[in-house]
């Protein structure tokens, strides 16, 4: 099989599977012969951030000499970004090999996601991965991901998204992200809504799992700027002083927070220079990343995000002249985003754009809803890539960029003159 061909493939199968037991998952699992046993796993559930906490974690390893797998979803670009060993993306022979090998065992249909993950399991166990950090898709109890038995569970911030298919109260979405701990094995994460913690606490006393509890407390900033930020963590169990984030996001730190508290729980003998390098050199594209002078991409697409990002733009750019390009897919909560913006920041003009295919949200609407809660100028350009060098070149002085990963995506591929497939 040809590497086009695999993308293809993929192009035509759905995304998640209807069937939330996982039983067909683990019989190709088992007619595979059952790779994921003998791994040793990072398990990472959340509404936001998980995709950062695996960064973070992955370049912690890294630096302390262990040889990487990495599973996180979704691409920006090209779709061998999902499956990464040592921070080196599949190689395109090799994804449509191994896309081949768990065709060759499937009677009853995959979902894309499922497809993914099973190549990636085979991928990682001929490379002889030291750990292999796992990033759920989507909820946590019946993610494909939640065949695995991991090392540890870490479990992100949890805010009200995905809510027709997770829940539509925190309660019910942090049941289903709690869903991935497992009977005696540790659990970590940071505490916040009450109604979260419980639904987690109580998860981990009924599997009798140790309970390693985080708080935003933990944190004291040093020095903070559009480059980065110094900052000392302390909590109960380990404290790192010096440690920097090559990011102006608050958020980062909560999520680095969670990375070295797992790394250190599997790792003790991790070397504290190891964790220290590695929160240092992390890079996660679309979180707060400059991609051109002035231009600043974020993927924040719920609300809990646009809170994190409002915080961001509210003590590191509140004296600049700012600029909005916004786009989002019609299953967000849309409004609630458009509000809190709309509320805290004040743009000199507003371009929205659209994300191509079923999800795509209608234009006209988001502009309406703009126009509700600001008086600042709002434009619409349809397609992506207009909208983005239209808002480049009409910029007075930043440019900001959110709303959606699949928005984010477009732009990189721009950016580095990638055509590649579709998400």
Same mark, same amino acid.
């Given at each position: 099989?040809?590497?086009?061909?695999?993308?293809? *493939?993929?192009? !035509?199968?759905?995304?998640?599977?209807?069937?939330?037991?996982?039983?067909?998952?683990?019989?190709?699992?088992?007619?595979?012969?059952?790779?994921?046993?003998?791994?040793?796993?990072?398990?990472?559930?959340?509404?936001?951030?998980?995709?950062?906490?695996? +960064?973070?974690?992955?370049?912690?390893?890294?630096?302390?000499?262990?040889?990487?797998?990495?599973?996180?979803?979704?691409?920006?670009?090209?779709?061998?970004?999902?499956?990464?060993?040592?921070?080196?993306?599949?190689?395109?022979?090799?994804?449509?090999?191994?896309?081949?090998?768990?065709?060759?065992?499937?009677?009853?249909?995959?979902?894309?996601?499922?497809?993914?993950?099973?190549?990636?399991?085979?991928? *990682?166990?001929?490379?002889?991965?030291?750990?292999?950090?796992?990033?759920?898709?989507?909820?946590?109890?019946?993610?494909?991901?939640?065949?695995?038995?991991?090392?540890?569970?870490?479990?992100?911030?949890?805010?009200?998204?995905?809510?027709?298919?997770?829940?539509?109260?925190?309660?019910?979405?942090?049941?289903?992200?709690?869903?991935?701990?497992?009977?005696?094995?540790?659990?970590?994460?940071?505490?916040?809504?009450?109604?979260?913690?419980?639904?987690?606490?109580?998860?981990?006393?009924?599997?009798?799992?140790?309970?390693?509890?985080?708080?935003?407390?933990?944190?004291?900033?040093?020095?903070?700027?559009?480059?980065?930020?110094?900052?000392?963590?302390?909590?109960?169990?380990?404290?790192?002083?010096?440690?920097?984030?090559? @990011?102006?996001?608050? =958020?980062?730190? &909560?999520? +680095?927070?969670?990375?070295?508290?797992?790394?250190?729980?599997?790792?003790?003998?991790?070397?504290?220079?190891?964790?220290? @390098?590695?929160?240092?050199?992390?890079? &996660?594209?679309?979180?707060m990343e400059e991609i051109e002078h002035h231009v600043i991409l974020d993927g924040a697409h719920n609300p809990h995000a646009v809170d994190a990002w409002i915080e961001v733009l509210t003590t590191q750019y509140a004296h600049v002249k700012k600029d909005l390009l916004f786009a989002v897919v019609a299953d967000k909560d849309y409004e609630e985003m458009i509000k809190k913006i709309c509320q805290n920041l004040r743009f000199r003009r507003i371009t929205i754009t659209a994300i191509p295919g079923e999800r795509r949200a209608d234009q006209l609407h988001i502009k309406n809803i703009f126009e509700k809660y600001t008086d600042r100028e709002v434009v619409v350009?349809?397609?992506?890539?207009?909208?983005?060098?239209?808002?480049? !070149?009409?910029?007075?002085? =930043?440019?900001?960029?959110?709303?959606?990963?699949?928005?984010?995506?477009?732009?990189?591929?721009?950016?580095?003159? !990638?055509?590649?497939? @579709?998400?």
């Amino acid at each position: 099989m040809k590497y086009t061909e695999a993308v293809r *493939f993929f192009d !035509e199968i759905p995304y998640f599977s209807k069937d939330p037991s996982n039983d067909n998952l683990a019989k190709v699992l088992e007619r595979l012969g059952n790779p994921e046993r003998g791994m040793k796993f990072f398990h990472v559930a959340g509404t936001n951030g998980k995709g950062s906490v695996c +960064a973070f974690l992955d370049s912690i390893l890294r630096k302390g000499g262990y040889k990487t797998a990495l599973f996180t979803s979704p691409h920006l670009v090209k779709i061998n970004e999902r499956i990464k060993i040592d921070g080196r993306d599949i190689s395109d022979d090799d994804f449509a090999y191994y896309l081949e090998k768990v065709q060759e065992v499937v009677e009853e249909p995959l979902s894309f996601f499922e497809y993914l993950f099973l190549m990636a399991l085979l991928y *990682f166990s001929r490379e002889n991965a030291d750990y292999c950090i796992l990033e759920t898709g989507l909820g946590g109890t019946y993610d494909s991901t939640n065949v695995v038995t991991p090392e540890i569970s870490v479990i992100t911030s949890i805010g009200l998204d995905h809510m027709k298919i997770l829940g539509d109260t925190l309660e019910k979405i942090a049941c289903e992200k709690a869903g991935i701990i497992k009977p005696g094995k540790p659990v970590v994460y940071m505490q916040q809504d009450s109604s979260v913690n419980q639904v987690i606490e109580e998860k981990a006393v009924k599997n009798r799992s140790k309970i390693i509890r985080l708080s935003k407390e933990d944190i004291k900033i040093h020095e903070i700027g559009q480059k980065g930020i110094a900052f000392l963590l302390e909590s109960g169990y380990h404290r790192f002083d010096d440690l920097v984030i090559a @990011s102006p996001a608050v =958020y980062q730190l &909560w999520n +680095a927070d969670l990375a070295v508290h797992a790394a250190k729980e599997v790792i003790p003998e991790i070397p504290n220079e190891a964790v220290k @390098s590695g929160v240092n050199a992390m890079r &996660w594209p679309a979180r707060m990343e400059e991609i051109e002078h002035h231009v600043i991409l974020d993927g924040a697409h719920n609300p809990h995000a646009v809170d994190a990002w409002i915080e961001v733009l509210t003590t590191q750019y509140a004296h600049v002249k700012k600029d909005l390009l916004f786009a989002v897919v019609a299953d967000k909560d849309y409004e609630e985003m458009i509000k809190k913006i709309c509320q805290n920041l004040r743009f000199r003009r507003i371009t929205i754009t659209a994300i191509p295919g079923e999800r795509r949200a209608d234009q006209l609407h988001i502009k309406n809803i703009f126009e509700k809660y600001t008086d600042r100028e709002v434009v619409v350009e349809e397609d992506a890539i207009c909208a983005y060098q239209q808002a480049v !070149e009409g910029k007075e002085d =930043y440019l900001f960029c959110i709303g959606s990963l699949y928005l984010a995506g477009m732009i990189e591929r721009l950016l580095g003159g !990638e055509q590649y497939d @579709s998400f």
